[in-house]
């Protein structure tokens, strides 16, 4: 029997030693019974289209593989841990839509618990708008104040698509990257959800 396949999205893409670390979550999925897929497995330019520039060949590439493997999983996991700011890192957050606008179960994870107002306010002077009631960036803008982990797009898609909301724990700052602990629970959810569905 085929196993299910799980697309493994996240900033750890960009760590020295990321195909460790996807190594790692792979095992990790077979543990639970799934077959993991991970952005950077296989050469992008295998199948390479000759036609675009030599300029944009690698990045296209990468896209296509990373669109083809969302395409290709029954679900994903997908680690929000705030990157390079107070929100999760932008291509994560773009595969996850991508894989819930594909009608798949979709299930995440933080290792910073803070909600997301509270990590803005660390970043930026926040002022509070008392006649909209309303926190204000120095732009002016709103801030989001559900008591979400990110945007209520990230968090609500997870609970609708998934049935759960996102895995929120804090861990070191020095394994703010590298702890699966919140990646593992979220296989026991999707191990879990999958057994429950007809």
């Not at 996240?10 to 095992?27: I, Q, S, T």
């Not at 289209?49 to 990045?59: I, K, S």
């Not at 002016?140 to 609970?159: K, P, R, T």
């Amino acid at each position: 029997m085929r196993k299910p396949t799980i697309y493994l999205a996240g900033p750890e893409v960009f760590l020295p030693d990321a195909a460790a670390v996807g190594l790692r979550k792979k095992e990790l999925c077979a543990a639970y019974g799934f077959e993991g897929l991970f952005p950077l497995d296989g050469d992008p330019l295998d199948g390479d289209d000759q036609e675009v520039a030599a300029g944009e060949r690698l990045v296209r590439a990468i896209y296509r593989r990373c669109e083809a493997a969302i395409r290709r999983a029954d679900l994903g996991i997908f680690n929000l841990t705030p990157f390079r700011g107070p929100s999760a890192d932008a291509g994560t957050v773009f595969e996850l839509g991508l894989l819930v606008g594909l009608g798949k179960r979709a299930f995440g994870y933080s290792n910073v618990a803070a909600d997301y107002l509270s990590r803005c306010r660390e970043r930026a002077a926040l002022a509070f708008d008392a006649a909209q009631n309303v926190w204000r960036d120095p732009n002016g803008m709103a801030v989001e104040d559900f008591g979400n982990a990110d945007n209520l797009m990230i968090d609500v898609s997870l609970i609708e698509r998934g049935g759960h909301p996102m895995v929120r724990r804090d861990v070191r700052t020095s394994e703010l990257f590298y702890d699966l602990g919140g990646f593992e629970t979220c296989l026991r959810l999707a191990a879990a959800t999958l057994a429950q569905s007809p």
